[in-house]
């Protein structure tokens, strides 16, 4: 892979003055790719649901500063379609989504609503533009059918989904590979101009994330107020990765895109290298060291809901047709992670810019924090 700050000056060269639509802006993944839109000079109009609490990284990094904001739901296909022909993008990013596995078994039918029928909207609204317009469509690396192998998945293997969530993405998928066929079909791209990019990406961590129900945010509260962590598959394996390399997966895929959509309309896999696939109790004991202190125990429930125990993505196809390649393994992604709430309960004030400058040592691939 280049030299990533020559790779930040390229993907300028793609962005600046660039229309993105945003969906998900408000969201953990959303917040960063803005800042990192707003660093490239694009122009953004993001589409979502409010942030949940007054610390989510949306409302810590200024995000009403750095786009456009339309609070609506994905559901509500006049509202979404009219944002997306008023503002007349060169790209869209979708990443508004119900992603959460376990509020999926509470939630199932909103889930499909959001992930599945949310997506075909934004199509729609992909649909009515006369301009070209490039999509990259953003859904995880659970649309696998979940064989529990140790061999990892590649783009081309099954997809299929045991809870909600994973089902809804798998459904969304079929939902753009429709969508692709039927109306951007890539046979016919001179006439329509519009081109559509899967990116599947795995567990991603990273500062400014508050879900419930994910192992990094519980972490972090439980450290924060000088608790034991409670875990609950400690044996569960999970492909780590920093937030920043699936985003900057995605940003090289639209990039892509723009150059050879026949090539690129297709999926593609972001996850760590193999060895960083770590189980869960090993990333808590790395998560305490770095916090400086703590404990955790196992809390095993026998009725909790079905979670897959072992997921690997092949990620083969992006070091090949993008360029692009982890940068962080499990344990300086890690270090970067706890490194950003630990500057934010210390000095929430100059959160954004630490955000900042956490872009441009990743870029930069320096040591972790403030120099
Ligand atoms: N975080 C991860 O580890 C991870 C892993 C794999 C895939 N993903 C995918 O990445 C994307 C972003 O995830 P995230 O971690 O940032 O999630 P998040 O919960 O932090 O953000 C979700 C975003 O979607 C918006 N949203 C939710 N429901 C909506 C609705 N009905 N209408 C409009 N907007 C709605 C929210 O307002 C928010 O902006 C999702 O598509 C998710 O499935 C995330």
Known sequence: MEN?????????????????????????????????????????????????????LYHLLNGDKLCSSVIADLRDRQTLSKAITDFQPDFIFHLAAQPLVRL????????????????????????????????????????????????????????????PYSASKACTELVIDSYRNSFFNINKYSIHQKAIAVARAG?????????????IPDIIMALSKGEQVEIRNPDAVRPWQHVLEPLLGYLLLGTKLLGNPEKYSTAFNFGPNFNDAL?????????????????YFVKQNPNQPHEAGLLKLDISKALV????KPQFNADTALDYTVTWYNSYFTDKDNIAAFTQKQILNFLTNKSVGLE
């Open 4 to 56: 990533l700050v020559n790779m930040f000056e390229k993907l300028k060269t793609t962005y600046k003055g660039k229309k993105i639509f945003l969906t998900g802006h408000t969201g953990f993944k959303g917040s960063w790719l803005l800042k990192i839109f707003s660093m490239l000079g694009a122009e953004v109009k993001g589409y979502a649901l409010t942030p949940e609490n007054d610390f989510d």
């Open 203 to 215: 567990n991603v961590i990273g500062g400014g994330d508050w879900a419930k129900d994910r192992l």
């Open 104 to 163: 999926s078994y509470d939630i199932p039918v909103d889930t499909f609503e959001i992930n599945a029928i949310g997506t075909a909207n934004v199509l729609e609204g992909m649909r009515q533009l006369t301009k070209p317009c490039y999509a990259v469509m953003i859904t995880t690396d659970k649309v696998y059918h979940n064989n529990e192998w140790v061999y990892p998945y590649r783009e081309n293997d099954r997809l299929g989904g045991y809870d």
């Open 279 to 295: 189980p869960v109790k090993q990333m808590v004991e790395l998560a305490v060291k770095y916090w400086g202190n703590g404990s």
């Open 321 to 324: 047709e993008i360029g692009w």
